[in-house]
């Protein structure tokens, strides 16, 4: 009998051993460093593949920081164990939203509220100029139709669970 073997480069073994240790990981032990993907066809974070997430029990982010959170108040019925997003201010800085744009210290973060339906809800229900609050974050990611901070408002720097570095 004739076996034809396919041959199975390196690269797809590395990542799929990869894929068990995180799942082995998420699913059965609780390291306090794992490896975080986003399983959807629609990425928030559409140049993030790979990412470390480092649990910290008193992380201290700060701007332009990626912190990772379990899902909770707006984004409570998300399925993924964790949240990623990068930190777009941190408590002290001014925020400013005014008609979907959204710039924080003078700079310009985000341009547009893609998610909400203007015959619904006016773009101006969003609008704020306020100093972040202390033990607030304010959070962004880089895809337009992301669901952040725009939308649900500040997250809790407690509720950090700790530091996301991405590998690629």
């Given at each position: 009998?004739?076996?034809?073997a396919?041959?199975?480069?390196?690269?797809?073994?590395?990542?799929?051993?990869?894929?068990?240790?995180?799942?082995?990981?998420h699913?059965?032990?609780?390291?306090p460093?794992?490896?975080?993907?986003?399983?959807?066809?629609?990425?928030?974070?559409p140049?993030?593949?790979?990412?470390?997430?480092v649990?910290?029990a008193h992380?201290?982010?700060?701007?332009?920081?990626?912190?990772f959170?379990?899902?909770?108040?707006?984004?409570?019925d998300?399925?993924q164990?964790?949240?990623m997003?990068?930190?777009?201010?941190a408590?002290?800085?001014?925020l400013?939203?005014?008609?979907?744009?959204?710039?924080?210290?003078?700079?310009?973060i985000?341009d547009?509220?893609?998610l909400?339906d203007?015959?619904?809800?006016a773009?101006?229900?969003f609008?704020?100029?306020?100093?972040?609050?202390?033990?607030?974050?304010?959070?962004?990611?880089?895809?337009?139709?992301s669901?952040?901070?725009?939308y649900?408002?500040?997250?809790?720097?407690?509720?950090?669970v700790?530091l996301?570095?991405?590998?690629?």
């Amino acid at each position: 009998m004739i076996v034809l073997a396919r041959k199975i480069p390196k690269l797809q073994v590395c990542l799929l051993g990869l894929f068990v240790l995180a799942a082995v990981n998420h699913y059965i032990l609780d390291w306090p460093i794992t490896l975080g993907f986003d399983p959807n066809d629609e990425k928030c974070l559409p140049g993030v593949h790979l990412t470390l997430l480092v649990k910290s029990a008193h992380p201290q982010p700060k701007d332009g920081d990626y912190v990772f959170w379990r899902p909770q108040g707006a984004l409570k019925d998300i399925k993924q164990a964790f949240i990623m997003k990068r930190v777009a201010g941190a408590e002290g800085d001014h925020l400013l939203i005014k008609n979907g744009l959204v710039m924080i210290n003078g700079h310009k973060i985000a341009d547009g509220l893609p998610l909400i339906d203007p015959s619904k809800v006016a773009p101006s229900a969003f609008d704020r100029d306020e100093v972040i609050p202390a033990g607030k974050l304010f959070m962004i990611a880089d895809h337009p139709q992301s669901y952040d901070s725009r939308y649900w408002g500040y997250l809790d720097v407690s509720a950090v669970v700790g530091l996301s570095h991405i590998l690629f």
